[in-house]
């Protein structure tokens, strides 16, 4: 069984530019949820997607986008980018039922540095 | 609002017991979550309480009291791999929708 798998790990930009992070949710799961992890931090809830339906958002600007694709995998857009969107950006996926117990099963993370 | 409150740092020898707290506020509260992880790594899920009362997986356990609003986590024969930062996150349908909502972390140092 595949896990989460993000890409890429690492990658540094400059302001104002646009970054996409790509997520492969694992097998069976159809719902994914994007997090930012600031250094030292807890995982910042962004959005979910299910079944291809932002089903979910956090406090985040509409500069962050996403989609989610009919095979589950999902991309997190960042337009404009600001030296405070540096951080690590976490995939979780779970089977719908997944949420009812809590449990997401976390990619490694993408890193992202905005120089 | 939604807030979740873990001490920042904890400190144990090896061998010994820890306990991590979390006090939360919320509305639409389903539940409890704990995750670990260490420096670099992805968070792993620990345990989830969604009724109150102990919850018991090998060396780790996870309380829960939803009229204080309260949860912990004990980790008993600490060793050093359970260095790590840990999590508890709230399961919660504020908004309209289910998601999970973490705490700050406890950062977790075991020593010799």
């Known amino acids: 069984e595949t896990g989460v798998t993000q890409s890429p790990t690492h990658l540094i930009k400059t302001r104002g530019q646009q970054v996409t992070l790509r997520c492969s949710s694992q097998s069976g799961h159809n719902t994914v949820s994007w997090y930012q992890q600031a250094l030292g931090q807890g995982p910042q809830f962004i959005f979910q997607y299910y079944r291809e339906e932002e089903n979910g958002r956090g406090n985040f600007p509409p500069r962050f986008s996403g989609l989610q694709f009919p095979n589950y995998s999902s991309e997190l857009n960042v337009n404009a980018l600001e030296l405070d969107d540096s951080a690590l950006y976490l995939c979780?996926?779970?089977?719908?039922?997944?949420?009812?117990?809590?449990?997401?099963?976390f990619g490694e993370g993408s890193r992202l540095t905005v120089l | 609002g939604q807030s979740l409150e873990q001490p920042s740092e904890v400190t144990a020898v090896e061998g010994a017991i820890v306990q991590i707290n979390c006090t939360y506020q919320t509305s639409g509260f389903y539940g409890l979550s704990w995750y670990q992880q260490h420096d670099g790594g992805a968070p792993t899920f620990l345990s989830y309480n969604a009724l109150d009362g102990l919850e018991e997986t090998g060396r780790f356990s996870s309380f829960l009291s939803r009229s204080d609003s309260y949860g912990y986590l004990l980790l008993q024969e600490l060793q050093m791999k359970d260095s790590a930062s840990y999590f508890c996150a709230v399961r919660s349908s504020s908004g309209g929708y289910n998601k999970l909502i973490f705490g700050a972390g406890t950062r977790l140092a075991v020593h010799p």
């Open positions: 979780a996926s779970s089977p719908y039922a997944g949420v009812n117990t809590g449990e997401l099963f």
